[in-house]
């Protein structure tokens, strides 16, 4: 009598899709249908060394593998606001570069992606998810708290968040977007996967939290414009967001994995095996054979709509220096683990999914 396979589903953002380790390169690259790209890729922007990918092929290696994580993700329309688990995602993450033409300019319009919550089945005996990030939008937070940074000292994104009526409705409502978007979320899962075990993985440790922690002494090269006195608040709603997913996951009888606690001492001011996360930049041999992924210039990009391929691309290059010209190999990579941090992230779902008694 033969044994149905297991299968393994992976859904998340960009810290599950193992965005921007090893360039483009290292791409997870799926055709998919519907003008996403064809045989160049899926602009998921999932990395062959993201911790689904490296579980699939390790201990999981007897699951059928579906992998839908993509940058860029959020649970429902709040908070980022581009959709991911509940609904379709119109706006990807990924990859470092996206295909242009002659003229540095995008060559396609990406169609939505599928809900990931579509994966999920009846036959699904496993899940692993990793999200809450865009939807509380951590990255508009390191946003604002650079550009207060770029003109004052001492501590002025958490003077804002902290001390002016706006800043603190601003949090107000992205807590809310986040709660909201797990208690939507966790019921339709179950329904979706009636006989998985989900496993929910918290986000790595991006600041220090304490001034022993590290110097972070880097200016544009590494940080932007983030002063040190706003890295322990940044890294607050980090643990904000790991207390929902994890209450959230607890609450409906799932296993939480804690990322934090490991690579507390592995954050972006850390300096060589010890660095777990990028900074600003991250080098990347880029791919000269896979057509249309070039450094490139944008010139029109600051007029694109935010978070559109043409408008990242802008903002990459822009940081970059060189008058919106990618400087050499090297692109944004907005606070994401490396491979050392995904490695961690691999042999701390693997430890639970040991301790679980669903591995040996």
């Given amino acids: 009598m033969s044994s149905i396979q297991p299968q393994y589903v992976a859904l998340g953002d960009s810290y599950s899709a193992g965005q921007f380790i090893g360039g483009d390169a290292n791409l ?21 060394d993201s911790y689904p990918q490296q579980l699939a092929h ?22 980022l606001g581009l959709g991911g688990i509940l609904i379709p995602q119109t706006v990807f993450g990924g990859p470092p570069c996206v295909p242009v033409d002659d003229s540095g300019m995008p060559r396609f319009t990406p169609t939505p992606r599928p809900a990931q919550i579509d ?28 550009t207060l940074g770029a003109s004052s000292l001492g501590s002025p994104g958490t003077d804002h968040y902290r001390n002016t009526a706006e800043g603190r409705a601003d949090l107000a409502q992205k807590e809310d977007d986040l709660r909201s978007g797990f208690a939507k979320m966790m019921p339709e899962l179950r329904e979706r996967a009636p006989h998985a075990r989900f496993l929910f993985v918290g986000y790595p440790t991006l600041f ?3 001034a022993g922690q590290g110097t972070c002494d880097g200016g544009l090269d590494e940080n932007i414009t983030i002063k040190k006195g706003d890295m322990p608040f ?13 209450d959230s996951a607890q609450a409906h009888g799932h296993t939480y994995v804690d990322i934090a606690e490991s690579s507390r001492a ?16 991250g080098r990347y041999e880029f791919d000269d054979g896979l ?12 007029d694109m709509p935010p978070f559109t391929p043409g408008w990242t691309a ?8 060189g008058g919106g010209i990618f400087r050499g190999n090297e692109t944004l990579t907005t606070f994401h683990p490396n491979k050392r941090g995904a490695d961690n992230q691999t042999a701390q779902v693997a430890a639970a999914l040991r301790k679980a008694g669903i591995v040996q």
């Avoid at 249908?33 to 062959?48: F, I, K, M």
């Avoid at 057509?291 to 600051?302: L, N």
């Fill in 28 to 48: 997870v690259r799926e055709p998919v249908s519907g003008g996403l790209g064809g045989p160049d890729g899926d602009y998921t922007g999932r990395s062959r």
């Fill in 58 to 79: 390790t201990v999981l290696s007897g699951h059928e593998f579906i992998d839908v994580t993509c940058g860029g993700a959020t649970i429902d329309d709040r908070g």
């Fill in 119 to 146: 994966a999920l089945s009846a036959a699904t005996t496993l899940a692993t998810v990793g999200i809450g990030g865009n939807q509380y939008n951590l990255g508009q937070i390191i946003a604002k708290c650079a």
């Fill in 208 to 210: 220090p939290t304490a």
């Fill in 234 to 246: 940044i890294q607050e709603q980090f643990a904000l967001v790991d207390s929902v997913i994890r």
């Fill in 266 to 281: 592995h954050h972006v001011c850390r300096e060589g095996a010890e660095k777990w996360m990028f900074g600003l930049y």
């Fill in 291 to 302: 057509d249309g992924y070039k450094p490139a210039r944008f010139p029109a990009g600051k």
């Fill in 314 to 321: 802008w903002l990459q290059g822009l940081l970059a220096h």
